[in-house]
């Protein structure tokens, strides 16, 4: 059964920082895999969709790379802002074109 | 614009009584999911549906129920057999199953009178 991990549970830093967040799973015979972030009190959005056969996307600040070989995936976030501090989780489906499995997240601070 | 549409906000439950969350979407997506929310924890799946009239259950589906009539809905129950009902609800949607980003409503929060 797939499981999803993010370490570190919480992470604190200053204003303008990059900062690199993990994600690491068991099963590598993945599909994809997705980042989401949640506000306090809010449902999740979409931030990155890597496909298998890729190793990385980007959007703006953000640039999240794949190594299914080593069941890990990595968030990097340049420069970070106090609009950055939120929850950070990963997904991967199940199995094939199962539904997602998701980590329990990192929660960002980013101080101003 | 297009979304999910998640009501109520937050929402009340007596002991042995049964409540329905609404989901609503407008992005004309086949798949829909319902996830609970515990603090501190990530989401647990509770049901999915891949197309109308088709659902199938998840890792914690004992005491709820749901129905899909229209491609657009996935109502939930929370039956008075959830012992634990107290959590965060969200509903998503995708294209399809697993391979397609999901949208997420912004969530029922449920509690116990």
């Known amino acids: 059964k797939q499981e999803v991990t993010q370490i570190p549970a919480a992470l604190s830093v200053p204003e303008g920082e990059n900062l690199v967040l993990n994600c690491s799973f068991t099963?590598?015979?993945?599909?994809?895999l997705q980042w989401f972030r949640q506000d306090p009190g809010k449902g999740l959005t979409s931030l990155l969709l890597?496909?298998?056969?890729?190793r990385e996307q980007t959007s703006g600040r953000l640039n999240a790379s794949l190594d299914k070989s080593s069941g890990r995936s990595t968030l990097y976030i340049a420069a970070s802002q106090p609009g950055d501090s939120a929850t950070y989780l990963c997904?991967?489906?199940?199995?094939?074109?199962?539904?997602?499995?998701f980590g329990k997240g990192t929660r960002l601070s980013v101080i101003a | 614009d297009g979304g999910i549409t998640q009501s109520p906000k937050y929402l009340f439950r007596k002991e042995g009584q049964n409540v329905t969350l609404s989901c609503e979407q407008n992005?004309?997506?086949?798949?829909m999911y319902w996830y609970r929310q515990d603090p501190g924890q990530g989401l647990r799946l509770i049901y999915y549906?891949?197309?109308?009239?088709?659902?199938q259950k998840g890792d914690i589906a004992e005491g709820y129920s749901v129905s899909r009539e229209k491609k657009e809905s996935f109502p939930l129950t929370v039956t008075s057999a959830q012992k634990n009902p107290t959590a965060f609800y969200l509903c998503?949607?995708?294209?399809?199953?697993?391979?397609?980003?999901?949208?997420f409503g912004d969530g029922t929060r449920l509690s116990i009178l």
């Open positions: 998503a949607s995708s294209a399809s199953i697993g391979n397609q980003p999901q949208h």
């Open positions: 099963d590598s015979a993945i599909y994809n």
């Open positions: 890597i496909q298998s056969s890729q």
């Open positions: 997904a991967v489906p199940e199995s094939g074109n199962t539904p997602l499995v």
């Open positions: 992005l004309n997506h086949d798949a």
């Open positions: 549906s891949q197309i109308v009239n088709d659902f």
